[in-house]
């Protein structure tokens, strides 16, 4: 642990992108970065050994899922999440607001907060700006997040407005409850759906506020890559430049390669894992369902270009029986390639921007993608 | 690989127990050994690596899964089981008489063999000694085992004596149908149920057939570990000394103990990875069930003196979280745990052997199984 103060480096920039550094708590993260999914204190199927192998230098944790098991206040009685969980390295806690949403029942918002019923035993659960913090606090983490309101999509222009209000007097609200430590950072989330001047508005009242980092809110939420890019065009240049920015939820390979492009630095999403433990494997050449039987005979590996355990010890023949025998292995393996896959990409959009070229990058990306899988072998004989 | 034959040293006695080492194709076995099971082609839960990292040498495979799925030819044309599961050390694989009886349906058993349909798809199938003896070779196992019939228990003494005399006919097959290669072994496997005079012609027919190793057979089918014991007690000491004795689907932590004492070398049970997905955890004092609510709060390791990765970094507290939340995670630090307590049984059971004093250790192991879990730690504060 550094008693530093929380801290972003510009290092370079081509166009909007940006190569930068930010040092937390529990250690220093490249950006353009992506951060692994632990829902409940554990990345799915990895031990977090793995998880740091990928080159994953932070991941994310989420404080509804903890806060009902096994409770903030148990997890700092055991000394906090990265001793729980037995990560060392930087951990970012989103609020809570997106799950409450998402997962629970009978929800009811009002100015104080949500009112909520446990999706796993029906308990019934407050969340407010004060308590979310307090939560995340007691996690330890090193960057909180502000609680917001996730605006649906779509949503009327009065409806997001009224919704990113409340958000933003959350935010403020956030910002009075947050408790300074010394490499710890509170993060604001833009919100205003669609509309960008919603958005414009809400990045005002973030800025008025003032936060060590912002994200984007309420994106990767049905409204299309198309609209999502739209709205980054006009939001991200609204946020400092000395602060890291951060899209929520996003996203796949595609979505993250146009908002680096655009000037995003941090991301976090559950694909990589989700997709890992239902057969779907990210590669070079885009999408592989190795569930798919024409990979029953296949001695070659899912991306030969890959360094990662399960391309450079395994057949697809081999990461296919492992499915159809519905082994925990396949899970493991896929999972954990899909995080290799997905760091490897980060590596490549930092080396990029820091050598000048990412839109060069992007175009070459988009092309091996548009390319598809190796071609089938021939018939068995 | 080497090219140098199928070799048994026998290091130390201690009365009965044996301390030995065999050398196979694929690398050398500490003796008395407990292979992992990897039914499927691989140890649930686990990469090679971490079953490795935790001692063992050997692991076991199943003829009957694998000639199922993904299919012996298949594996072969794959090069072998050793690289399509990347387990590169030695392999035993049972001849799949045990689980056609009892996995697959409408099994039908006459002279020649047994017809059987898959528990997966109930596909039509038959199993010989030459074809059981054929897919061991196409899996490319280091130990090879007889085809046999399990001998169901209870069993009328004319009822397990025709069954163990087809058994003999069948293992005369086995020994014809195995074509030898440097490194390669085939073992037989003594039957007769739990009558002495069975057990006794079994052995003799096995020995007068010639094999590389011998196995007891038709036993942890429920006879209890009294009557298992007074079977060994009869059965050990009419096997050639220097060939490996292997007690086949044994068993709990004393049913091991107990029978090295009485001069087994190998061993092989699902129990430390089962166990490790059902929740249950071995310890130094006896098993642990890290489902019980007793565990929330407690920061303390599964066992303090193991030193596997889940007794070293993680609290029984997160154990118990991983439990409830129905995580991998949980799953793989409990199978990885239990394979580095059966290990790290066994190497005590070695260094034991090795010193002449099995006899205390064996006392010793009891006495500290029958203490119990540590007492639970005060009512939460």
Known sequence: MTAAPFRFELLASDGAARRGRFTA??????????????????VKAMLPEQVAETGAEIVLANTYHLMLRPGAERV??????????HWPRPILTDSGGYQVMSLSALRRIDEQGVAFQSHIDGSRWTLSPESSIEIQRLLGADISMAFDECTPHPAEADVAAASMRLSMRWAERSKAAFVEQPGHALFGIVQGSVYPDLRAES?????GIGFDGYAVGGLAVGEGQEAMFAVLDRTVKLLPSDRPRYLMGVGKPADIVGAVVRGIDMFDCVLPTRSGRTGQAFTRRGPVNIRNARHIDDPRPLDDSCPCSACRQYSRAYLH???????????ILLTWHNL??????????RAAIAAGDVGAFAVAFAAEQDQGDIEPLGART
Request: positive net charge; glycine residues 12%.
């Open 321 to 331: 029986h492992l499915w159809r025998a519905k082994e925990m292995l396949g899970q």
């Open 203 to 207: 990045a005002a009242r973030l800025l």
């Open 25 to 42: 708590a529990h250690g220093t993260v490249e950006t353009p970065a992506f951060m692994p999914v632990g829902t409940a204190g554990t």
């Open 340 to 349: 290799h896959y997905y760091q490897a990409l980060m590596a490549g959009l």
């Open 76 to 85: 700092a009685r055991l000394g906090g999440l990265h001793k729980f969980m």
